[in-house]
């Protein structure tokens, strides 16, 4: 065990050498000096934080001790590196064993760790940022990345650990987050949801086979061998794409008055996801909704036409003022103008023009009546009568089961939004760029955790979530699990398939 006056000596050697390195009379290129002073910066850094170590590991320490409401008595001394953001660094300090127990028996107690907050064998720092990282960018480029800064990274299982334990105190932080101040008077909520790749049982049980190249084959031929014995069967009608996993996402913000009577915002946006039901993704936005004034305040809620939606709209937010998303609606008018007008390019964008204005100030029954008509217009029978017919009606029963919905009138004349912009702009920046990238197969409880992540730092909370994480610290809460979750696939079940059971 290092004294604190031979880790002193070495905190002033690893100085000497920074300024003689510095000092020297030789012109360099500044990128050389740059390098060079940053690889000794972490030195001294290294041989400052082994002098704290040696300093807290020889404190006098009561023994015996109580931890817990068990009894721990100081019984030598253990050494093990701790990742720090300078690298990693020998901490040699006593070893709490239990009282009355026989040697080798019962879990062993580092009083010293406990205190300086080391959660298995890294600094908070290290952790945080490494699961900041891994919310931004896949894991080996995040690893990579704090490669590039730290000049030492920790292996991939350690990061998947990293992210394991810090994402899963993402969602009791997000369930305590206290609501936003300065909020507007009018509350806006939308909600959506993105398809997810997830591992498949026969994709798992592929990657987990030896890849290792027979003989003396090549890496190039071992592929094409696996190509050419296992090849890969063509999807049928109704198989998924991808093997998705829905993620629905909710944004809820507010838009304050101004003066001139007009609305500013969005203030205080905040997303919210999961990987659970609509139903689990409703109860969170309630959560949220009650923090910000959800029933004192006017409440805006907007969604494409999914029924599942409207349906929780109405158990979860009755009071809401709730508006079909403009654009879907717009798209689905397009569709009906290549029905009526299959030919003429220049009728067919007077007839959308017509419908959207009518659709804007008066609502959808005008349109639906001029619905009516261009399908009694058109033949029963005839080329590609059936199709167009079809599509009519179905755009008609759309704006017949949300007539309630097509609010836009009111809304713009309140400056309200019609469209739910922001919460396919949060599907997209939260889930869809960091989990649906190439080659990306998730199981579901560590997407969960990313994406909890990924909320907290796109909402601008990590710095309150790192404070969070490290008052939990000091309780063990954080603690590294020895192996990364388990993977656990997910084999989607096709649309035909659910109607056939």
Same mark, same amino acid.
């Given at each position: 065990?290092?004294?604190?006056?031979?880790?002193?000596?070495?905190?002033?050697?690893?100085?000497?050498?920074?300024?003689?390195?510095?000092?020297?009379?030789?012109?360099?290129?500044?990128?050389?000096?740059?390098?060079?002073?940053?690889?000794?910066?972490?030195?001294?850094?290294?041989?400052?934080?082994?002098?704290?170590?040696?300093?807290?590991?020889?404190?006098?320490?009561? %023994?015996?001790?109580?931890?817990?409401?068990?009894?721990?008595?100081?019984?030598?001394?253990?050494?093990?590196?701790?990742?720090?953001?300078?690298?990693?660094?020998?901490?040699?300090?006593?070893?709490? +064993?239990?009282?009355?127990?026989?040697?080798?028996?019962?879990?062993?107690?580092?009083?010293?760790?406990?205190?300086?907050?080391?959660?298995?064998?890294? !600094?908070?720092?290290?952790?945080?940022?490494?699961?900041?990282?891994?919310?931004?960018?896949?894991?080996?480029?995040?690893?990579? $990345?704090?490669? %590039?800064?730290?000049?030492?990274?920790?292996?991939?299982?350690?990061?998947?650990?990293?992210?394991?334990?810090?994402?899963?105190?993402?969602?009791?932080?997000?369930?305590?987050?206290?609501?936003?101040?300065?909020?507007?008077?009018? *509350?806006?909520?939308?909600?959506?949801?993105?398809?997810?790749?997830?591992?498949? %049982?026969?994709?798992?049980?592929?990657?987990?086979? %030896?890849?290792?190249?027979?003989?003396?084959?090549?890496?190039?031929?071992?592929?094409?061998?696996?190509?050419?014995? &296992?090849? +890969?069967?063509?999807?049928?009608?109704?198989?998924?794409?991808?093997?998705?996993?829905?993620? &629905?996402?909710?944004?809820?913000?507010?838009?304050?008055?101004?003066?001139?009577?007009?609305?500013?915002?969005?203030?205080?946006?905040?997303?919210?996801?999961?990987?659970?039901?609509?139903?689990?993704?409703?109860?969170?936005?309630?959560?949220?909704?009650?923090?910000?004034?959800?029933?004192?305040?006017?409440?805006?809620?907007?969604?494409?036409?999914?029924?599942?939606?409207?349906?929780?709209?109405?158990?979860?937010?009755?009071?809401?003022?709730?508006?079909?998303?403009?654009?879907?609606?717009?798209?689905?008018?397009?569709?009906?103008?290549?029905?009526?007008?299959?030919?003429?390019?220049?009728? +067919?964008?007077?007839?959308?023009?017509?419908?959207?204005?009518?659709?804007? /100030?008066?609502?959808?029954?005008? &349109?639906?009546?001029?619905?009516?008509?261009?399908?009694?217009?058109?033949?029963?029978?005839?080329?590609? $009568?059936?199709?167009?017919?079809?599509?009519?009606?179905?755009?008609?029963?759309? *704006?017949?089961?949300?007539?309630?919905?097509?609010?836009?009138?009111?809304?713009?004349?309140?400056?309200?939004?019609?469209?739910?912009?922001?919460?396919?702009?949060?599907?997209?920046?939260?889930?869809?760029?960091?989990?649906?990238?190439?080659?990306?197969?998730? !199981?579901?409880?560590?997407?969960?955790?990313?994406?909890?992540?990924?909320?907290?730092?796109?909402?601008?909370?990590?710095?309150?979530?790192?404070?969070?994480?490290?008052? /939990?610290?000091?309780?063990?809460?954080? +603690?590294?699990?020895? /192996?990364?979750?388990?993977?656990?696939?997910?084999?989607?079940?096709?649309?035909?398939?659910?109607?056939?059971?």
């Amino acid at each position: 065990m290092r004294t604190v006056d031979e880790n002193g000596r070495d905190v002033e050697t690893q100085w000497q050498e920074l300024l003689a390195f510095v000092l020297v009379a030789q012109p360099r290129a500044l990128a050389a000096v740059e390098a060079g002073v940053w690889t000794r910066l972490l030195a001294v850094g290294r041989a400052l934080i082994g002098l704290y170590f040696a300093r807290q590991a020889a404190r006098p320490r009561a %023994s015996p001790y109580k931890h817990e409401g068990v009894a721990y008595d100081l019984q030598g001394t253990t050494t093990t590196e701790i990742g720090t953001r300078f690298g990693k660094v020998e901490f040699t300090r006593a070893v709490g +064993r239990p009282v009355g127990k026989r040697p080798g028996r019962g879990r062993r107690d580092l009083p010293v760790d406990r205190e300086l907050g080391v959660t298995a064998g890294f !600094s908070l720092p290290v952790t945080m940022v490494i699961a900041r990282f891994c919310a931004q960018m896949a894991f080996g480029m995040a690893r990579a $990345t704090f490669q %590039s800064v730290f000049e030492w990274a920790p292996c991939s299982r350690t990061v998947l650990r990293i992210v394991d334990s810090v994402g899963k105190q993402a969602s009791d932080f997000l369930a305590q987050a206290p609501a936003p101040e300065h909020d507007g008077e009018i *509350l806006v909520i939308q909600a959506d949801a993105k398809g997810i790749p997830m591992i498949s %049982s026969a994709e798992y049980r592929r990657r987990r086979e %030896s890849r290792k190249a027979p003989g003396h084959a090549t890496k190039r031929r071992a592929r094409r061998l696996r190509r050419r014995d &296992v090849p +890969r069967r063509r999807r049928k009608p109704g198989d998924k794409t991808k093997n998705a996993k829905m993620a &629905v996402v909710g944004v809820i913000y507010t838009l304050r008055r101004q003066p001139d009577g007009t609305l500013d915002g969005p203030i205080n946006k905040r997303v919210i996801a999961t990987f659970g039901t609509h139903r689990a993704l409703f109860k969170l936005l309630r959560r949220e909704a009650d923090k910000r004034g959800y029933g004192s305040k006017r409440t805006a809620f907007l969604a494409d036409g999914a029924k599942t939606l409207w349906k929780l709209q109405e158990e979860f937010f009755p009071a809401a003022e709730g508006c079909i998303d403009w654009f879907h609606t717009v798209e689905k008018l397009h569709t009906c103008a290549e029905c009526v007008h299959p030919h003429d390019l220049k009728t +067919r964008a007077a007839w959308i023009d017509e419908q959207t204005r009518l659709l804007r /100030r008066r609502g959808a029954g005008p &349109v639906i009546e001029n619905l009516g008509i261009a399908f009694d217009a058109i033949p029963k029978t005839g080329p590609g $009568t059936k199709t167009r017919r079809a599509r009519l009606l179905r755009t008609r029963k759309h *704006l017949l089961d949300h007539m309630q919905h097509m609010r836009y009138a009111q809304f713009r004349r309140d400056d309200l939004d019609i469209g739910t912009g922001a919460a396919e702009g949060a599907v997209r920046n939260v889930a869809g760029m960091r989990l649906d990238g190439p080659g990306m197969r998730w !199981s579901r409880d560590r997407a969960q955790r990313v994406l909890h992540l990924r909320c907290i730092l796109l909402n601008g909370q990590w710095r309150d979530f790192e404070r969070y994480v490290e008052g /939990r610290a000091e309780t063990d809460a954080l +603690r590294l699990a020895a /192996r990364p979750k388990p993977t656990v696939p997910h084999d989607a079940v096709s649309k035909t398939l659910k109607k056939a059971a």
